[in-house]
Nanobody, 120 residues
Framework: VQLQASGGGLVQAGGSPRLSCTVL????????MRWHRQAPGKQRQLVAR???????TYADSVKGRFSISRDNAKKAVYLQMGDLKPEDTAVYYC???????????????WGQGTLVTVSS
């Protein structure tokens, strides 16, 4: 099981890129899916979370600007970013709780990270 993230890059302040993350490999179930970010010199922080039922939560710093969604059929999670600010510059990581096989419990898997750089 792997998580493959894409969509980062250099973006101007105020831009609205979308990050995507797809679960690769055979799995049984995907539970919570999340986006985290780690800015240079800072600890990784949770940005947004979406449950299997579609409930969402956001960090205060991105509320009203970012939107998380998922497509269960495609085994994917998305982060629509909006009104980007230089302080949003970070490596963004997707993360999901996945049951990989019948009889096994859910484990936490991480994507490789995608860099978003916001220029002012």
């Amino acid at each position: 099981v792997q998580l493959q993230a894409s969509g980062g890059g250099l973006v101007q302040a105020g831009g609205s890129p979308r990050l995507s993350c797809t679960v690769l490999g055979r799995i049984v179930s995907i539970f919570d899916m999340r986006w985290h970010r780690q800015a240079p010199g800072k600890q990784r922080q949770l940005v947004a979370r979406i449950t299997s039922g579609g409930s969402v939560t956001y960090a205060d710093s991105v509320k009203g600007r970012f939107s998380i969604s998922r497509d269960n059929a495609k085994k994917a999670v998305y982060l629509q970013m909006g009104d980007l600010k230089p302080e949003d510059t970070a490596v963004y990581y997707c993360n999901a709780e996945i049951q990989a096989s019948a009889g096994s419990g859910a484990m936490s898997y991480w994507g490789q990270g995608t860099l978003v750089t916001v220029s002012s």
